[in-house]
């Protein structure tokens, strides 16, 4: 069970590498429109 | 003091019931901050009352109710009614505390189980409603399936784990705010307009206060300050944190960011699951119920807003779910390595473990479903359920208690 333990944590790690990392693209080119201006 | 008292396990016990107390108000900051800042007071309110009410209704029938002398292995007599013959010295469950002790232990948690389900109301529910809603399912549905299991009722004769009240707690609890939403139905806008929470920072630390609280809750109900609750207290904060972790990962995964609303709802998942089992599995045990919570629990709530069923604030994908996993969690992962007191689960050889669980868990589903059914009716014809539109509209905080949240 330790094993089972470690993999789904190892399971998260992974998930977070290649989650994305982009953010709200909406909001995000909303504020650079405005410090444009 | 008799001699027998432990002055240690009772300073813990009573540190405990402190804890657990202050997990009803923390949750009005968790509901609350999720709520539409027109209803943020009558959510607070909610929990407040009930810390009221049911505080004076546990000493008054509520715990002889519960664990008063059994009677068919149903309900406990009223020997104990209005607190008589429960005094300072040891009681039945607990030979090392007052009785008083373990009596107001318990009575924070049958304070809290009926505050879970009013985040199902939350944002239309008439406060008189909800008033009598509490006060008739603390006496018919808490009181009741406490006793089952904790007060030497059937289930707790069957064999039945739940340390800390994954069935007792978090399934009643959870399954009467799905009954709750349903019969109420979805609030005005539901589905058309967004019905977004107003304070993301209130709900966040009402989830952490709750953590904190839930210390209490499962090490406390080791009823004794030793190895037992070093145990629980480990596997709660791991499990909590585990399933805060999967559900921020899964929410990220699915919609592309790592929520933090998520993160809370997921650490609560986690406290939920872990909760029958605490008393019962070793760490490693907790990382895969903490896990599971996360998974689950989300993927409950993805698919009750899929059938738009308005549980104003997830509170059956939370507890309902999370509880059921939980006690079916500890029919697999339990082990008297940890508690010599206990049974081995499905891993360690027992898979009749898990069938006691299940039976558990379906008699607590069943029960509190068809009582919540039934209180929630007669309620709504003899007073009425909802508030009407247009106090809908105007929010609760005005229209039920003509105050107002915030003066900026």
């Keep these: 069970m330790e094993i089972l333990a470690f993999v789904s944590f190892a399971v998260l790690v992974v998930a977070w590498l290649v989650a994305p990392s982009r953010g709200n693209v909406a909001v995000v080119s909303h504020a650079e429109d405005r410090k444009a201006a | ?408």
């Design chain 2, 1 to 408: 003091m008799p001699n027998n008292i432990s002055a240690g396990d009772t300073a813990w016990l009573l540190a405990s019931a402190a804890l657990v107390m202050l997990m009803t108000p923390a949750l009005g900051f968790f509901y609350g901050g999720l709520v539409r800042r027109k209803n943020v007071l009558a959510t607070i309110m909610h929990s407040f009352f009930i810390l009221c009410l049911i505080s004076v209704q546990w000493v008054l029938w509520g715990y002889t109710l519960a664990f008063g002398p059994d009677h068919g292995g149903i309900i406990g007599g009223l020997d104990w009614l209005a607190l008589r013959g429960v005094g300072q010295d040891p009681g039945p469950y607990a030979p090392t505390v007052p009785h008083e002790a373990y009596m107001v232990f318990q009575m924070m948690f049958a304070v809290i189980t009926p505050a879970l389900i009013t985040g199902a109301f939350a944002e239309r529910k008439r406060f008189k409603a909800f008033v009598i809603f509490t006060l008739l399912w603390a006496t018919f549905v808490y009181d009741p399936i406490a006793h089952w299991v904790w007060g030497g009722g059937w289930l707790g004769q069957l064999g039945a784990l739940d340390f800390a009240g994954g069935t007792v707690v978090h399934i009643t609890s959870g399954v009467s705010a799905l009954v709750a939403a349903l019969v109420l139905g979805r609030r005005v806008g539901y589905g058309r307009e967004a019905l977004e929470p107003h304070d993301a920072t209130m709900t966040v630390l009402g989830a952490s206060l709750l953590w904190f609280g839930w210390f209490g809750f499962n090490a406390g109900s080791a009823i004794s300050a030793g190895g037992l609750a070093a145990n629980a207290f480990v596997v709660t904060n791991t499990a909590a944190a585990m399933a805060a972790l999967t559900w921020m990962t899964v929410s990220w995964l699915h919609k592309g960011a790592p929520s933090v609303l998520g993160a809370a709802a997921g650490a609560v998942a986690g406290l939920v699951a872990i909760t029958p089992a605490s008393g019962y599995v070793d760490v490693s045990a907790s990382i895969l119920i903490g896990l599971g919570a996360g998974v689950f629990c989300y993927t409950a709530i993805q698919l009750t807003k899929r059938l738009k069923v308005d549980d104003a604030l997830d509170v059956f994908g939370v507890h309902g779910i999370g509880g059921a996993w939980g006690a079916l969690a500890t029919g697999i992962f339990a082990t008297v390595a940890i508690n010599s007191g206990a049974k081995d689960g499905l891993i360690y050889g027992n898979p009749g473990q898990l069938g006691i669980q299940a039976i558990a868990v379906a008699a607590s589903i069943i029960y509190s479903a068809v009582m919540t059914f039934v209180i929630l009716k007669l309620i709504d014809v003899f007073v009425g359920l909802r508030v009407p539109e247009s106090e809908e509209v105007l929010g609760l905080d005005a229209s039920q208690h003509r105050e107002a949240a915030y003066q900026i």
